[in-house]
Nanobody, 131 residues
Framework: HVQLVESGGGSVQAGGSLRLSCVASGNLGNKYTMAWFRQAPGNEREGVAAIDIGGSTTYADSVKGRFTISTDNSKKTLYLQMNSVKLEDTAMYYC??????????????????????????WGQGTQVTVS
């Protein structure tokens, strides 16, 4: 069984920065993919960024160039560095993990799939409010 605990959310002014963390416990195996999703009030949950065990990443267009996803595999910790935040980044942010992920291939390289249905384990979420 895998448990995910997020932290680092809070209030930030537009244009500022915030770093989210997610600590995983339990057996993730050695092929896992982890990701960040977010859900604003009245909206469906959407993918933000994903990273696989090899470090390949996938980003939503809305955050490319502003957010960076990374992992410390030795600590089973996932990070989301959020820079130049905008009002529309306000949402509950969720960490997700999948021990047996699907990968997409492009140009001979694999990338993690950033789809909600792909992930079997979820954290409780951490709120990010941009004003």
């Amino acid at each position: 069984h895998v448990q995910l605990v997020e932290s680092g959310g809070g209030s930030v002014q537009a244009g500022g920065s915030l770093r989210l963390s997610c600590v995983a416990s339990g057996n993730l195996g050695n092929k896992y993919t982890m990701a960040w999703f977010r859900q604003a009030p009245g909206n469906e949950r959407e993918g933000v960024a994903a990273i696989d065990i090899g470090g390949s990443t996938t980003y939503a267009d809305s955050v490319k160039g502003r957010f960076t996803i990374s992992t410390d595999n030795s600590k089973k910790t996932l990070y989301l560095q959020m820079n130049s935040v905008k009002l529309e980044d306000t949402a509950m942010y969720y960490c997700a993990a999948e021990p047996s992920p699907t990968r997409i291939w492009e140009g001979g390289k694999s990338f993690p799939l950033l789809l909600e249905a792909e992930f079997g384990f979820w954290g409780q979420g951490t709120q990010v409010t941009v004003s």
